[in-house]
């Protein structure tokens, strides 16, 4: 008697080889691709602040303010 075929799904990422996945990988990496756009997010979003904080720092020396370190 056969046991089940294994369930296969393809991933393609451009610019790289087609890989394979077992079903069980598929969650873990949905879950992977998601943490990533997070990560992307995030970084995205401490560039923004970096950059209003350089402003903030600059318009405080504009007006002779002191700011502690």
Not at 17 to 29: D, G, H, N, S
């Amino acid at each position: 008697m056969r046991g089940q075929p294994s369930v296969q799904y393809r991933l393609r990422v451009q610019g790289q080889k087609a890989r394979y996945l077992k079903a069980a990988q598929v969650a873990e990496t949905r879950a992977a691709i998601e943490q990533g756009r997070q990560l992307k997010k995030l970084e995205r979003e401490q560039q923004k602040l970096k950059a209003k904080m350089a402003q903030w720092v600059a318009k405080a020396a504009e007006l002779g303010l002191e700011l502690p370190d």
